[in-house]
């Protein structure tokens, strides 16, 4: 009786304030939530592409609640901020009704489209706990071998992949022309840890073009673009950083790739942790192969110039560098996670990309005897 309640109370919440195509949003933020005095919250749109957001409606946070409203024809993918781009946000559909806004959640209800998302995300999340199980009783399991075990782990890991594409084609199917679609392709399909460029390929062409032109979509097709470009196999792409030596004068990765030796080439930041740990593993291959068939060059990406030169001497990178090179061989290689370890060969073809830190002495070791 009290489900059927709090439903039956939120379609008349939905009724009230369904005037032809107005919205309202409206926020509580739990008391337990320290803000700021004149905080203000945010709407904001995708249309750029994640990293150039750009900000279109506010409103100013009254004892921890907040309301804006509007007009819209249509669905939008908007993201919804308390404060200016801090942890305190969640992404949401514009569309008519009273959307409630969860900030602790990260969602919103009461309007349809919303209430599809969330009940989407419920059921990735059940099927990644059903993964995360499987993981930890594989992991148990003392009467299995290690390739047993990596075994199952792939096997696990592939099934978690297929059924969160299953429950992203379901609503696909009838959600290809509006922001749910957009949503869900973006969260669910683009960022599949299992996808491939070929892959996506085929799921953007199965989605179409008003999913294809949005502008999260359109960065990750062009990363995919890049990726498939630069796969092993290819030459490598030459890139120009135009202060990227340590004396302000232009680097480029041609000056260390394609002249014959066998290169190991780390893009890498210095606020980058698991960049950080990668560091010795990186040293050890350097300190016992540096030499005239094989150098190390690192590139510095996503930091600033002073971060970086600070912190090669602490982490002991005494190999080649190139700073400040921002964004420029990231976009060029499709890389979106760092550190990004990638061994190219004398001649400049690509030989593997995306390396472990674990592995990178049997990589270096086995291409070094081929060069014998």
Not at 205 to 232: H, M, N, S, V, W
Not at 233 to 254: C, Y
Not at 269 to 294: N, T
Request: glycine share 6%; charged share 20%.
């Amino acid at each position: 009786m009290k489900l059927k309640h709090l439903f039956a109370l939120s379609l008349i919440a939905l009724a009230a304030c369904n005037n032809g195509n107005s919205y309202q949003i409206v926020c509580e933020v739990p008391a337990d939530i320290e803000l700021a005095d004149s905080t203000w919250a945010y709407i904001c749109t995708y249309e750029a592409g994640t990293r150039d957001r750009v900000y279109t409606d506010s409103a100013l946070v009254v004892n921890n609640k907040v309301s804006i409203s509007g007009n819209i024809e249509g669905s939008e993918v908007r993201r919804f901020e308390v404060g200016y781009k801090t942890k305190l946000y969640a992404n949401f559909i514009l569309e008519k009704g009273t959307i409630i806004i969860d900030i602790e959640k990260k969602n919103a209800t009461n309007t349809p489209l919303n209430d599809a998302l969330v009940a989407c995300q419920t059921a990735v999340d059940s099927v990644e706990k059903v993964a995360q199980n499987l993981y930890e009783e594989v992991a148990q399991d003392s009467t299995l071998s290690d390739d047993d075990r990596n075994e199952k782990f792939a096997t696990i890991f592939s099934q978690y992949n297929n059924n969160v594409l299953d429950i992203a084609h379901a609503i696909l199917k009838d959600n290809t022309n509006n922001a749910l679609g957009r949503f869900v392709f973006w969260q669910n399909i683009a960022y599949s840890d299992g996808m491939t460029p070929d892959a996506y390929k085929q799921e953007l062409a199965q989605a179409g073009e008003y999913i294809a032109t949005f502008g999260p979509i359109k960065g990750i097709t062009k990363r995919y673009e890049a990726l498939d470009a630069t796969q092993p196999g290819t030459h490598f792409v030459d890139f120009a950083i135009p202060h990227g030596n340590i004396d302000g004068s232009e680097a480029k990765l041609s000056d260390y790739v394609g002249k014959g030796k066998l290169i190991l080439v780390d893009m890498w930041a210095s606020w980058c942790p698991p960049c950080r740990a990668a560091m010795p593993y990186i040293r050890a291959v350097y300190d016992k192969y540096a030499g005239d068939k094989f150098d190390v060059v690192s590139v510095a990406v996503w930091d600033e110039r002073q971060h970086s030169i600070n912190a090669v001497p602490q982490l002991g990178m005494t190999w080649n560098q190139i700073y400040e090179a921002e964004s420029i061989p990231t976009e060029l290689y499709g890389v979106n996670g760092i550190p990004h370890l990638m061994l190219i060969g004398p001649d400049g073809t690509i030989i593997a990309r995306g390396l472990s830190d674990k592995v990178l002495d049997l990589w270096v070791s086995s291409e070094l005897k081929k060069m014998e």
